[in-house]
């Protein structure tokens, strides 16, 4: 039985999550932001040079990365580069990825 909240695995006779008060289900819909395996999509750009940015800040700050649609013929589909870190990477990286959007290069300000 799965909490459906905090998505916390129970035995079976227990009816309640004991932190989140809700009741439990038999099994968890996938969530939609989970990739393959245990990465999450953080980053997302169709510009090379912010990727190589993205990919080197993660890269300085230790965190290990993927990434997704880089394969030539993937960006010859979609134009899109998806960087990945794992689960519990995925707060340091979001944090340090965020500047990118602020940087000049992404917004056109002319
Ligand atoms: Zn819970």
């Not at 459906?4 to 999550?17: N, T």
């Not at 969530?31 to 169709?46: A, C, R």
């Not at 589909?77 to 000049?104: C, F, I, N, R």
Request: glycine residues 6%.
């Amino acid at each position: 039985m799965f909490c459906p909240k905090c998505r916390s695995e129970f035995k079976q006779g227990i009816d309640r999550c004991p932190d989140c008060g809700v009741m439990l289900v038999a099994a968890l819909e996938p969530l939609e932001q989970y990739e393959t395996g245990n990465f999450l999509t953080v980053y997302q750009t169709s510009n090379p040079g912010m990727m190589s940015i993205a990919k080197s800040l993660l890269e300085n700050a230790g965190i290990y990365f993927a990434t997704k649609g880089e394969a030539f013929e993937e960006i010859f589909k979609s134009g899109t580069v998806e960087l990945q870190v794992l689960l519990e990477d995925a707060e340091p990286a979001t944090e340090l990825l965020k500047d990118l959007e602020e940087m000049p290069d992404f917004q056109q300000t002319d």
